[in-house]
């Protein structure tokens, strides 16, 4: 570990303690509301005991997964206790610091007095707070299993040689291992080829720190099934670059028959062009920069569509004034839990659905799976169906 990491590191484990011991101290007020009895000592260790081993599973199956090199249902169990906490952390900050400002307020100022009781009663020492946000993660756990189709319509002002139209089907953030295994994946195939798809992509992040090798292994076999007219492409996200060993990752892709770019652009059918950029990641796993587009297409032919797949939805300007046609990204996730939204909004132009400048056109997914909460609250897992008509 760089040694400059340690200390923010650190902080941040710090914080994390003490925000977790904020929420169980929140937990074991509402268990004492409720019942009495966890007054007693053996109810209080108990309880503390339970909770920390919840709040630090993550922790704990980073550990596991480190020392155990081959997956099993102990290590996949406390990932998942893991992830699932998180969400309920995240989730229980974000509110009780909320009511914990406005009784700080109510406290301070001539409010009717009645109008506090009945607060106080509908507050019920927590308790109604944690059922709140246990209802809100359950429905959001459910509501991440649930797989939609979205649908797109673009326009390209270029002659594609002959191809006058191209059913394009998209998929980015996958992340399986988490909450996406194998049966997931084999339904995904069956999705994608149910679109009756020209051309398949793939924009980054199928894999993840989190995707075991037998994961890996199953998901080769079944990209093999997937049926398409120009083929399928891929290229690195950000957390394939966390996944294991790079040239490992990619040859389960290149093994399932499925093309992997990597800063380099590919003419199919002579007729329009796949271009695949790096993730910026790699400058950590390689100490080398991303191509700059303007390289990537030097040799390339701007008279036919260009098609890039970029994992993050960024350097805009520079597909626009290079001639890029049609733009795919994910990564953003669209926040995936609600307030999250709102911090993507602000870093990306464009964190989800479709913008359009002149001839230049970009789609970013929500993407199919999940990283971290195994939650979608405000967002839906996609695959993206996007009709381009040449003209």
Known sequence: MNIRMIAPITIALGLYIIL?????????????????????????????????????????SNILRGAITTENWITSTITLVGFIYIGIFLYSILIFFIIDILRFILRRINFNQLVKERLKKIYFGGVSVFLSIFILVAFGFLNAQRKVITNYEVNVNKDAKGITSLNVVMVSDVHMGVALKENGVTKMVNSINE??????????????????????????????N????????DITGNHEYGAGDLSETISYFQDANIKFLQDEAIKVENSFYIVGRNDPAQIRSTGEKVKPLDEILKDV???LPIIVLNHRPEDLEEAEIEGVDLQLSGHTHRGQVFPGNLITEQIYEKDYGYLNKGNFNLIV????????????VGTESEIVNIKVKFN
Request: charged share 25%.
């Open 301 to 303: 032919d701007k008279s």
């Open 195 to 224: 679109l009756n798809p020209d051309i398949v992509l793939f924009c980054g992040d199928i894999f993840d720190e989190n995707t075991p090798r037998s994961l890996k292994e199953y998901s080769r076999e079944e990209f093999k």
């Open 365 to 376: 997914s929500s993407g199919y799976g999940t990283w971290g909460p195994p939650i979608r």
């Open 226 to 233: 997937i049926k398409s007219k120009y083929g399928v492409y």
């Open 20 to 60: 977790c011991y904020y929420i169980g101290a929140k937990g074991k007020k509402a268990l004492v509301h409720m019942n009495v009895k966890f007054r007693q000592k053996k109810y209080f260790i108990g309880y503390w005991v339970i909770y920390w081993t919840m709040g630090l599973s993550f922790f704990i």
